[in-house]
C-alpha cells in the first residue's frame, strides 16, 4: 500500500494509525537487524538517536525523496481532520519508545501529537533522542499560539531547503 498507518502513542498511552507515505522497503525490519549487526558504528548510532542519519538500507530511493521534503508527512493532514493530531506538537512516538520516555510521558502525551514539532526545527537529526524527550516536553510546558507560528515558519524554512530527512 502507498499509505500505511503505523500504530503510534496518543493522548494518556491510547494508540492510532500514523498515517504515512510508504518510504521503506516492506521488510524494513529485516533490513534493520541485518544493517545494525553488520555495522556496529550504525548500532551505537540507532542507540544514541533512535534513528540512522544517512545509508538508512530501509529506505526506497523514491523514499528518501519523500523524506527530504517532507511529503511522506502530508497524508497525516488526515490524521489531523480525525482529530487524532495537531498542526504543531510533539511528534507521536512508537510504543516500543514508551518506556524509553521515562519522566518525560507524562507531560508529552498529555497533549495530541502534531505534524510539525519544535524537535524537528531545531536540528533533528544532530539530536539524541533524550534531547528530543526535552524539547518537547519544553513545548507542552510553555505552549503559546506564539510558538506555535514561530515552528510552521522554521517548518516551511525545513522543508523548502530540503532539510526534512
Known amino acids: 500500500p502507498v499509505i500505511f498507518g503505523q500504530k503510534r502513542l496518543w493522548k494518556e498511552e491510547a494508540t492510532f494509525d500514523f498515517l504515512k507515505f510508504r518510504s521503506m522497503y516492506l521488510d524494513e525490519e529485516e533490513r534493520l537487524k541485518w544493517f545494525l549487526k553488520e555495522n556496529p558504528q550504525a548500532r551505537k548510532e540507532w542507540e544514541k538517536f533512535a534513528k540512522i542519519k544517512s545509508g538508512d538500507p ?95 515558519v522554521k517548518t516551511v524554512k525545513v522543508v523548502w531547503r530540503g532539510e526534512g530527512i
Not at 69 to 77: A, V
Not at 86 to 105: A, N, Q
Request: charged content about 25%.
Open 58 to 152: 530501509r529506505v526506497t530511493n523514491f523514499g528518501s525523496w519523500l523524506r527530504r521534503y517532507c511529503l511522506d508527512e502530508l497524508s497525516q493532514l488526515i490524521n489531523v481532520l480525525k482529530g487524532e493530531m495537531s498542526l504543531v506538537g510533539p511528534r507521536p512516538y512508537l510504543p516500543r519508545e514508551f518506556e524509553k520516555m521515562g519522566g518525560y510521558r507524562k507531560t508529552i502525551l498529555k497533549t495530541l501529537p502534531g505534524m510539525a514539532g519544535l524537535w524537528q526545527v531545531s536540528g533533528k537529526n544532530e539530536l539524541t533522542f533524550e534531547d528530543r524527550l526535552r524539547l518537547e516536553e519544553y513545548y507542552v510546558r510553555n505552549w503559546s499560539l506564539w510558538l506555535d507560528f514561530v515552528i510552521l
